[in-house]
């Protein structure tokens, strides 16, 4: 079966720190792969998705940069942090091909920047 | 270009009742999927209930049912019996075959279940 995994689960950094977020699919192949950033209470906001290795396209320009290193690898990543980049972040993969095939999405990072 | 409607930003229910969270889309794409997803306060994603565009009958997972109205561009969930676990935001979101085959989401519906 595929499982999905996101760590870490909560993370307090301070304003200009780096970050690197990971999230690794198993079970699978060739996954469609996403990242997603939520503020509290609020709605989904599309950051970043990959199609395939190298393969990154980005949703909204900021401070964020993702990569795909390995087929089932997806990081998120940030030379030096913002306040506003406080937020939920969530991978998510699914599979390509049809409308079918929803999201499945990992458990999330809670990321305060202080 | 695809968007998805929730016009009920907050909802009460008393518990073991019924209740609606509404959800309209717009899209060109002449085949897509609309999934609702529940969002509880600890914030994973859970996959509730799924119904293709060109499905006769609406969908039904346990105590939840997507009352889909095509000609209407609706696709509403419906979960009966409340429960407090149900309690959470919910999601709506549509995924067609024509933009890139990313999912398009609501902004939520959050649902409270009162005792």
């Known amino acids: 079966s595929q499982t999905i995994h996101q760590w870490p689960a909560t993370l307090v950094q301070p304003v200009g720190s780096p970050l690197s977020l990971e999230c690794t699919v198993e079970?699978?192949?060739?996954?469609?792969l996403y990242w997603y950033r939520q503020a509290a209470g609020r709605g989904l906001q599309l950051l970043f998705y990959?199609?395939?290795?190298?393969?990154i396209s980005s949703e909204v320009p900021q401070n964020l940069s993702a990569s795909r290193p390995q087929d089932r690898q997806f990081i998120l990543s940030s030379k030096k942090l913002l306040l506003s980049d406080s937020g939920f972040y969530l991978c998510?993969?699914?599979?390509?091909?049809?409308?079918?095939?929803?999201?499945?999405f990992g458990s999330g990072t809670r990321l305060t920047v202080v | 270009a695809q968007k998805i409607t929730q016009t009920q930003p907050g909802m009460f229910v008393q518990e073991k009742e019924a209740v609606t969270l509404d959800c309209t889309y717009d899209?060109?794409?002449?085949?897509?999927?609309l999934f609702w997803y529940k969002q509880p306060s600890s914030g994973e994603m859970i996959f509730l209930i799924y119904?293709?565009?060109?499905?006769?009958q609406n969908a039904t997972e346990g105590r939840y049912s997507l009352n889909f109205q095509k000609a209407r561009k609706s696709a509403n969930l419906v979960i009966s019996a409340s429960q407090l676990g149900d309690s959470a935001m919910y999601f709506c979101?549509?995924?067609?075959?024509?933009?890139?085959?990313?999912?398009?989401f609501g902004p939520g519906t959050r649902l409270s279940v009162l005792p």
């Open positions: 899209t060109s794409d002449p085949s897509y999927g």
């Open positions: 119904q293709g565009s060109y499905d006769q």
């Open positions: 998510a993969w699914t599979l390509r091909g049809g409308q079918g095939y929803g999201y499945t």
């Open positions: 990959s199609v395939g290795i190298g393969q």
């Open positions: 979101a549509m995924r067609g075959l024509l933009y890139g085959q990313n999912f398009v």
């Open positions: 079970g699978t192949s060739n996954p469609n």
